[in-house]
Structures are given as structure tokens and as C-alpha cells.
């Protein structure tokens, strides 16, 4: 029976912290590794140990395995923790682990590498009985045998990457003459994330739900299923919202799609937790999409409905020790509910955003797993998902109510977020009722405006920023009158818009970190963080523009491109003297694992590059220009 007593997790932010949380109160030692962007994250704050693994981008770092083996050896660590994501489903990890007498805390190499491809996985499923989409998994690989494959399944279709997930490497494709660009697309995305190429081609299920059921298995030949958890609603593929129970189960459907579930754990002989996702449409028809044989990001929501710690299964799993339950003996009580916080900007594409959390202030009463801290800055080079909030009621209603005030309550300033869509989509007439699909926020959140400046937040702004001014100039202050030190009209710029705003008098106090106020009889308190010119409101950026000669906005493209957020340039499609058309594409940009391409604003010829394949670029610089 395998003993362990030091464990190094392989991996960073949210689950790193929440894997570290149970080890320790199992009285486990843990080890943190990190790059060179992480150093003062969260994670390895919380590590009895951690070890320096490289720089930021994640080939030298989190992906390196040489590294990795080696903060263990010089740790004592006798034990891997993958997470989700990274190394998690590398088979080649799992092995290296083994060999160097690591106890890796997870399924058999055998089983990684069998459900890691999703050509492979999909024979496997087939053979095994478990309904599947029709489509191709073959090995030719050429485009020409894409092509009539498609043809052959017909449109629309999905290209998905054997090797992906998360969203990478998978187009949706309607019509023929879009296949090509897109399978190059798929191809380059699953080449950067995963080193490998290949594809797969589905029939595309118009709007389905997506529906997975949780596996554990023992290495005594146990294998159960602790429910399922219903995660439609996605954006590009990455689940946003997950809840548990799915809202439109029965018990006929659980048993079905459990026993499904079963049959593809024991086509490998399933060892540790993994989850089996499965595409759920109207008629109540189920197909195999993929297994993941690893922790899921949205596990606590079955953890809040059976009331299991999951990790801590995959402990005493990875010990040797039986499954704690039978099928008979799992119970699922209440409803419980999470929302993925990303730092992105939905009205900009969902855009990946990077900067510092200035204030961080976790809602009281529910759950929230994270890796964050005052002072902390995202970067660009991983994953945009900063943290989970999580509730659980006794009906899904319930959840839904708690989560709706936790989210609004959540406090995190100097970054962009989803926050406010993560509010808009539970309040939807239709989440509310249940009814819902994985074209849900494409259906009814395909354009989402800037977020405007309410009229309480201008007045708030305009009262800190002349309250600032008047402290400074402290004989301006009386009865918040006129001066010339402190002037009574304010140009305040609110994402993007300005705002011309009378300083009048407005009963405020602000411990530095709160503004509290009165405004129409009515008293309120804020988040908020005052730097000079800059202030930061829930949602909001306030630029103080009042000293600045105004300008006047452009009204038509320069023909300059800027980067739009940190990254890496990975492709450069033109040269300088070539003539281009506004829409055409100039630029690939790498960030946070997925691929943005930048086109022509305007029609005219290259005037300058200032980037080459390779490059990392900070947000708003200039790539290149045209004339």
C-alpha cells in the first residue's frame, strides 16, 4: 500500500490553495511551486515549502516536467497533486512521476492517455456501449480526408482537438466554405496548448445541455458515481455557471446516465475521480463527449451536495485505501450553485484582462475558492479564471438567491471582470426558470454594452475626488464651498465616456477603503480605492480629467493598431508596403491559452510593423500602422 506524507501540487492559483487546505488538515506536508510571475501568489504563501520553477510562460514553468521532478527531489516530497489543467491529463507526467517514485495522485498512465485523446477515447466509448455523437475519429489527418469527412457528416459540425479542452482547439463550422480556415485555426490552438494536432470532426447538437456525471474509483475494483452536475452555460466553450443537480434530471435519466458513466470507468478500470460529460438533448437523448480524468474546477458543487470532500477521496485513494461509500450510500441534499470569476471583459469579446486587485473582499456565507490578495498582479500568461463563488440551499431557488448577492457583494477592484454578467445571467427570466442550453448566453447575451456609470457612482466620484482636492487645500473645505484650489466642476472620465459633474454638496465619509454616503434620503456604502486621478468603483474606472485641456475624440480610424491586453505575437500575417482592406486579419495574439486575431481597421497600405512571431506586448502598444 502506497505511503506518502509530503505533497508537492503541481499547479497554481485557486486549486493549488484549495488542494493545500485539505492536505494540511489531513496532516500533510505541502510543497508550492511557482514561476517567476507567481512569486508572491497566494499559494505559495500557504505551502509549508515552495520551489521556484522557471519563468512565466508555462512551457518553462508549469509545464516543465525536468522542473517539476526536481522541486520534489530537493523538497522530499513523495506525492503529486496535477490539479486540473497543466499536467493534470499527460500521461508522459503521470509516468515521469512514477518512475521517479512519486505516488501521483490520479488514474493509471493507461487511462490518461486513453481518454486524453478524444479520437481514442471516442473507439473506446463506442466499443464499451456508451451512446456516442456520430462523426469522425480516424487517423488520417490530411485535409483533404477532413473534408469529406465533413461532407460525409454533413453541417453544421464541430472541430474539436483529440488532445484539448477548455475551448481550445474547437470551432463550430456551418457552412463548407469556412471548414479549411477553421481546421487550420484548430490546428495551430491544439498545437500551442497541447503539442498535438489532431482533430476530431462531430455532428454538431444545435443548443443541447451539457451534463457530467462524477466518477470515483478505488483501486479494489470500486467504482461509483456521486450524481451529476449540469454546466450549460458556457462561453466559447468555457463553462461560466455550474449547479448541481441538473435542473431538468429525473430518476430514470440519473440511473441512465450514471450507469452510462460506469461503463466508461470500467472500459479503463478506473482509478481516483473523473468525470464523464455528456451533451443532453431535448428529447432526453444523452452522447459521450469526453472524459476528464482529473478534478473538476466545478467539484465543490458536488461537494456541497453530498457532503464529501472530494480531495481528500483522492488522498486516501491514492493511499491504497477503499472507496468510504457504496452507490447505495450516496445522497445528494439541496441544491447547489458556482460562478467562474474571470478577469475579462464581456463587452469587448470576453477579451482577457490583466492589471493589479487593488481591493479583494470575498462575499460573507457562501463559499469562495481563489488565489488572490491585495496587491497581487494578473498576468497574461494564464488562465483568466481568478476565482469560484459557491452556494448551496435547500432548493435550487435558494442557491440561486444566495449566489445572486454573493457575486453583487463580492468586492474586486483594479481589474476587469465578468462580474456583472455573472449577476445579469442569474437574474435571466429563463436561468431563473431552468430553462436553458449551451447556447444560452449567445442566444440572449450576444451583445453585451460597455457597463455605464449609474448616478450614484458619478456623484460618489465627483464628492471623493473633490473631497480629495479640498484635503489637500484644507482652506477650501468650509461647508464644501468654492475655491480656486478646489474647483466645483469636475471632468471625470468613466469607462470611456466623460462626464462634466458639479461637486455639490454630498454627505460622504470614507474610511480609505469604503466611501459611505447619503443621496435622495437614502444611506449607502461603496467599495472603492482613491490614487490621485484614479479611482476605482465597483464595475467602474474613473479617470479624474479636470486639470487635462479637453480633446477631441477621433472620429475615424488612424490605422494604428495597439495590442488589446498583454500577450504574445504568434503570427504576422503582412509586411510593411503591402496593401491591405479594412477586416483583413494582420496579427495573431496569444493570451491567456486562447488566440485573438487583430484585423485592419481601415483599408490602405502596411506603413510599419513593430512586432515580430515571438514577441510579448504589453496592452495598448503600438504593433503596427497603416496609411
Same mark, same amino acid.
Given at each position: 500500500m502506497p505511503t506518502f506524507s509530503k505533497i508537492l501540487i503541481a499547479n497554481r492559483g485557486e486549486i493549488a490553495c484549495r488542494i493545500q487546505r485539505t492536505a494540511q488538515a489531513l496532516g500533510y506536508r505541502t510543497v508550492a511551486i511557482y514561476s517567476e510571475a507567481d512569486a508572491d501568489a497566494l499559494h505559495v504563501q500557504m505551502a509549508d515549502e515552495a520551489v521556484n520553477i522557471g519563468p512565466a510562460p508555462v512551457q518553462q514553468s508549469y509545464l516543465n516536467i525536468a522542473a517539476i521532478l526536481h522541486a520534489a527531489k530537493i523538497t522530499g516530497a513523495d506525492a503529486v497533486h496535477p490539479g486540473y489543467g497543466f499536467l493534470s491529463e499527460n500521461p508522459a507526467f503521470a509516468r515521469a512521476c512514477q518512475q521517479a517514485g512519486l505516488t501521483f495522485i490520479g488514474p493509471s498512465v493507461e487511462a490518461i492517455e486513453l481518454m486524453g485523446s478524444?479520437? /481514442?477515447?471516442?473507439?473506446?466509448?463506442? =466499443?464499451?456501449?456508451?451512446?456516442? #455523437?456520430?462523426?469522425?475519429?480516424?487517423? &488520417?489527418? =490530411? %485535409? !483533404?480526408? @477532413?473534408?469529406?469527412?465533413? %461532407?460525409? +457528416?454533413?453541417?453544421?459540425?464541430? +472541430?474539436?482537438?483529440?488532445?484539448?479542452?477548455?475551448?481550445?482547439?474547437?470551432? /463550430? *463550422?456551418?457552412?463548407?466554405?469556412?471548414? /479549411?480556415?477553421?481546421?487550420?485555426?484548430?490546428?495551430?490552438?491544439?498545437?500551442? &496548448?497541447?503539442?498535438?494536432?489532431?482533430?476530431? /470532426?462531430?455532428?454538431? @447538437? +444545435?443548443?443541447?445541455?451539457?451534463?457530467?456525471?462524477?466518477?470515483?474509483?478505488?483501486?479494489?475494483?470500486? @467504482? #461509483?458515481?456521486?450524481?451529476?452536475? =449540469?454546466?450549460? #452555460?458556457?462561453?466559447?466553450?468555457?463553462? *461560466?455557471?455550474?449547479?448541481?443537480?441538473?435542473?431538468?434530471?429525473?430518476?430514470?435519466?440519473?440511473? &441512465?446516465?450514471?450507469?452510462?458513466?460506469?461503463?466508461?470507468?470500467?472500459?479503463?478500470?478506473?482509478?481516483?475521480?473523473?468525470?464523464?460529460?455528456?451533451?443532453?438533448?431535448?428529447?432526453?437523448?444523452?452522447?459521450?463527449?469526453?472524459?476528464?480524468?482529473?478534478?473538476?474546477?466545478?467539484?465543490?458543487? !458536488?461537494?456541497? #451536495? !453530498?457532503?464529501?470532500?472530494?480531495?481528500?477521496?483522492?488522498?486516501?485513494? &491514492?493511499?491504497?485505501?477503499?472507496?468510504?461509500?457504496?452507490?447505495? %450510500?450516496?445522497?445528494?441534499?439541496?441544491?447547489?450553485?458556482? *460562478?467562474?470569476?474571470?478577469?475579462? %471583459?464581456?463587452?469587448?469579446?470576453? @477579451?482577457?484582462? !490583466?492589471?493589479?486587485?487593488?481591493?479583494?473582499?470575498?462575499?460573507?456565507g457562501v463559499r469562495v475558492d481563489h488565489g488572490l490578495h491585495e496587491g497581487r498582479r494578473i498576468s497574461p500568461f494564464y488562465d483568466p479564471m481568478l476565482g469560484k463563488i459557491i452556494a448551496h440551499g435547500a432548493t435550487r431557488e435558494e442557491a440561486r438567491r444566495k449566489l445572486l448577492r454573493a457575486v453583487e457583494d463580492t468586492v474586486l477592484l483594479g481589474v476587469t471582470t465578468n462580474q456583472q454578467l455573472l449577476a445579469d445571467l442569474l437574474k435571466h427570466p429563463d436561468f431563473v426558470a431552468g430553462d436553458f442550453s449551451t447556447g444560452f448566453i449567445a442566444e440572449h447575451f450576444s451583445e453585451i454594452p460597455p457597463r455605464a456609470a449609474s448616478n450614484d457612482q458619478l456623484a460618489v466620484a465627483a464628492a471623493l475626488f473633490y473631497q480629495q482636492s479640498a484635503n489637500r487645500h484644507p482652506h477650501g473645505l468650509a461647508g464644501w464651498s468654492n475655491s480656486a484650489s478646489a474647483p466645483s466642476t469636475l471632468r471625470l472620465e468613466a469607462n470611456g465616456e466623460i462626464h462634466t459633474l458639479s461637486a455639490a454638496p454630498l454627505h460622504l465619509t470614507t474610511d480609505g477603503r469604503h466611501a459611505t454616503f447619503v443621496l435622495n434620503g437614502i444611506r449607502k456604502r461603496i467599495a472603492c480605492h482613491l490614487d490621485g486621478t484614479q479611482l476605482w468603483l465597483p464595475g467602474l474606472h474613473v479617470t479624474d480629467r479636470t486639470q487635462q485641456a479637453a480633446h477631441r475624440q477621433a472620429d475615424v480610424s488612424t490605422g494604428t493598431v495597439k495590442a488589446p491586453m498583454d500577450g504574445a505575437i504568434v503570427d504576422v500575417r503582412v509586411s510593411a508596403g503591402e496593401s491591405v482592406t479594412k477586416g483583413q486579419l494582420l496579427l495573431v495574439l496569444e493570451a491567456m491559452k486562447m488566440e485573438h486575431p487583430l484585423v485592419a481597421g481601415i483599408d490602405g497600405v502596411i506603413k510599419g510593423i513593430q512586432v515580430i512571431a515571438g514577441d510579448q506586448v504589453r496592452n495598448r502598444q503600438v504593433l503596427l500602422e497603416i496609411e
Open positions: 478524444k479520437r /481514442l477515447s471516442k473507439l473506446a466509448m463506442l =466499443d464499451a456501449g456508451v451512446p456516442c #455523437i456520430a462523426g469522425y475519429q480516424g487517423s &488520417a489527418q =490530411d %485535409d !483533404t480526408t @477532413l473534408q469529406q469527412e465533413a %461532407d460525409r +457528416i454533413g453541417y453544421p459540425l464541430m +472541430i474539436k482537438a483529440s488532445a484539448g479542452g477548455g475551448g481550445r482547439g474547437m470551432r /463550430l *463550422v456551418h457552412h463548407p466554405k469556412d471548414l /479549411l480556415a477553421n481546421l487550420h485555426t484548430a490546428r495551430s490552438e491544439a498545437h500551442n &496548448a497541447f503539442g498535438s494536432e489532431e482533430l476530431i /470532426l462531430e455532428h454538431a @447538437l +444545435i443548443n443541447p445541455r451539457h451534463v457530467e456525471v462524477q466518477l470515483f474509483g478505488d483501486s479494489h475494483g470500486h @467504482l #461509483i458515481y456521486l450524481g451529476e452536475r =449540469d454546466c450549460s #452555460i458556457q462561453r466559447r466553450h468555457q463553462k *461560466v455557471i455550474e449547479e448541481a443537480p441538473c435542473p431538468v434530471m429525473t430518476p430514470a435519466l440519473r440511473q &441512465a446516465m450514471g450507469e452510462a458513466a460506469l461503463k466508461a470507468g470500467r472500459a479503463v478500470n478506473y482509478v481516483g475521480a473523473g468525470t464523464v460529460e455528456f451533451l443532453l438533448d431535448r428529447k432526453g437523448q444523452f452522447y459521450f463527449l469526453e472524459m476528464n480524468t482529473r478534478l473538476q474546477v466545478e467539484h465543490p458543487v !458536488t461537494e456541497l #451536495i !453530498t457532503g464529501l470532500d472530494l480531495v481528500a477521496w483522492q488522498l486516501h485513494i &491514492a493511499a491504497g485505501q477503499p472507496l468510504p461509500l457504496q452507490q447505495h %450510500d450516496v445522497t445528494l441534499t439541496g441544491h447547489a450553485m458556482e *460562478v467562474r470569476l474571470y478577469a475579462e %471583459d464581456p463587452a469587448q469579446g470576453f @477579451l482577457p484582462q !490583466t492589471g493589479e486587485v487593488l481591493r479583494w473582499e470575498p462575499a460573507p
